[in-house]
């Protein structure tokens, strides 16, 4: 009943102002990032390092490429900072790595999609360590070169993630760049096609050159390519210098590093899902001890932040 006070006071025989009829209701949960992954979804994990010219000469201390015995460049840094979180999503810890923009051996052909460790058939390699190896051995081997082209990393990606879309799989593209993007059109038009599918893109930018199209392809205007709009925003962009701790204390400023460029991950994994009506799977159920086993030991804890219940963050 919607009763108003003012009435009942003045009025005696005043009942009530019209009634409210609850019809029927519907219960919906909104499902989390943490569902999907209790549920046995699979984060993929793809890097691609530019190994354009603009970098410098790798065997002089001045190039962003430079492999120092006493510590990691920035190519490294931000592959390890976001790998090391990232990887514990995956359980078979094999992970594709890229190359784009260098001169190739033995006839010197230019490519935008090489496998870092030289293997065509299987770009895998296993676990960060892996990759970072793969990555020293072609900078030993590769030329640098040139344009910056981003397209082909995010196709190559695309094709794997069109393969499965039935939310057992989510890819996770890692670009490591220094430069100014070379195949805009091109790069927009590969995010519009990537955004159907179970697939978001990081970009970090390493070196002090400006970024501004990076942070177009970030925006909230989200990218259009012959006046198609994406159906999703799926990528991600942060300049590495913000995260360089001049008190060198690199350990702190990469766990930031890691903490903002995965943020948005877990909502663009479930805005995908909701889109295609994919429900969490149920966790599996622990098998029940009998009294004659010893009780199971808990496991230890993901060495990764966990999400929280409603607005998940990796």
């Known amino acids: 009943q919607v009763v108003n006070p003012k009435k009942k006071m003045k009025k005696k025989k005043y009942v009530n102002s019209g009634t409210v009829t609850l019809l029927s209701f519907a219960v919906e949960s909104e499902c989390t990032f943490l569902d999907y992954i209790k549920g046995g979804t699979q984060?993929?994990?793809?890097?691609?390092?530019?190994?354009?010219?603009?970098?410098?000469?790798?065997?002089?201390?001045?190039?962003?490429?430079?492999?120092?015995?006493?510590?990691?460049?920035?190519?490294?840094?931000?592959?390890?900072?976001?790998?090391?979180?990232?990887q514990h999503y995956d359980s078979d810890k094999m992970f594709p790595a890229l190359g784009f923009g260098a001169k190739l051996p033995p006839d010197g052909r230019v490519s935008h999609e090489f496998p870092l460790n030289g293997n065509q058939d299987n770009p895998?390699?296993?676990?960060?360590?892996?990759?970072?190896e793969a990555y020293h051995q072609s900078l030993r081997t590769v030329q640098l070169?040139?344009?910056?082209?981003?397209?082909?990393?995010?196709?190559?990606?695309?094709?794997?993630?069109?393969?499965?879309?039935?939310?057992?799989?989510?890819?996770?593209?890692?670009?490591?760049?220094?430069?100014?993007?070379?195949?805009?059109?091109?790069?927009k038009e590969a995010i519009v096609n990537a955004a159907k599918l179970p697939m978001s893109i990081i970009i970090i930018g390493v070196g002090q050159a400006e970024f501004d199209a990076m942070v177009e392809l970030d925006g909230d205007e989200v990218p259009i390519s012959r006046g198609k709009l994406a159906e999703?925003?799926?990528?991600?962009?942060?300049?590495?210098?913000?995260?360089?701790?001049?008190?060198?204390?690199?350990?702190?400023?990469?766990?930031?590093l890691a903490r903002d460029v995965l943020a948005e991950i877990p909502d663009q994994l479930v805005s995908y899902m909701k889109a295609k009506g994919i429900r969490p799977r149920p966790a599996p159920e622990a098998p029940a001890s009998s009294p004659s086993q010893s009780p199971a030991r808990t496991p230890p804890a993901s060495p990764s932040p966990s999400p929280s219940p409603v607005h998940t963050h990796i």
């Open 145 to 187: 070169y040139g344009p910056t082209n981003f397209a082909p990393v995010v196709t190559h990606v695309a094709r794997n993630a069109a393969e499965v879309q039935d939310g057992s799989q989510y890819s996770v593209l890692l670009i490591i760049t220094d430069g100014v993007i070379s195949d805009m059109a091109q790069t």
């Open 232 to 256: 999703r925003d799926i990528v991600q962009f942060v300049p590495f210098r913000d995260y360089v701790d001049r008190t060198g204390n690199h350990v702190l400023s990469m766990a930031r």
């Open 43 to 86: 984060i993929n994990f793809t890097v691609a390092i530019d190994f354009t010219a603009s970098n410098g000469n790798p065997s002089q201390s001045t190039s962003l490429h430079y492999m120092s015995p006493y510590q990691l460049n920035a190519y490294a840094l931000a592959l390890t900072a976001v790998g090391e979180i990232i």
């Open 124 to 132: 895998s390699c296993c676990g960060i360590d892996g990759i970072l």
